[in-house]
Nanobody, 121 residues
Framework: QVQLVESGGGLVQPGGSLRLSCAAS????????MGWYRQAPGKQRELVAS???????NYADSVKGRFTISRDNAKNTVYLQMNSLKPEDTAVYYC???????????????WGQGTQVTVSS
């Protein structure tokens, strides 16, 4: 099995910071790209940030300058440092990975279960 497990969510006041972590485990051969998505109540899931195997990053306009995505390839882990948090950032954050399984063929997409981030006074 391949599993992505997120951690680091919680309740924080506006202007505060959180660091999300996502560790991929299981029968993984190699991970291509990893990213973070979020889904707020009544909204569709949207891309927050992504990072490729070559460390190229991409951010949603709404989080540029505030969030930083990084990864540790040796540990199959991706992080999302979130600073200057706003109430609009409140959502369930989902980790995503495009990876090759051991004994697999084409790369496949995997999702974590999500971690709640709430920004409120």
């Amino acid at each position: 099995q391949v599993q992505l497990v997120e951690s680091g969510g919680g309740l924080v006041q506006p202007g505060g910071s959180l660091r999300l972590s996502c560790a991929a485990s299981g029968s993984i051969f190699s991970i291509n790209a990893m990213g973070w998505y979020r889904q707020a109540p009544g909204k569709q899931r949207e891309l927050v940030a992504s990072i490729t195997s070559g460390s190229s990053t991409n951010y949603a306009d709404s989080v540029k300058g505030r969030f930083t995505i990084s990864r540790d390839n040796a540990k199959n882990t991706v992080y999302l440092q979130m600073n200057s948090l706003k109430p609009e950032d409140t959502a369930v954050y989902y980790c995503n990975a495009n990876l090759w399984r051991l004994w697999g063929g084409a790369s496949e997409m995997y999702w974590g279960q999500g971690t709640q981030v709430t920004v409120s006074s």
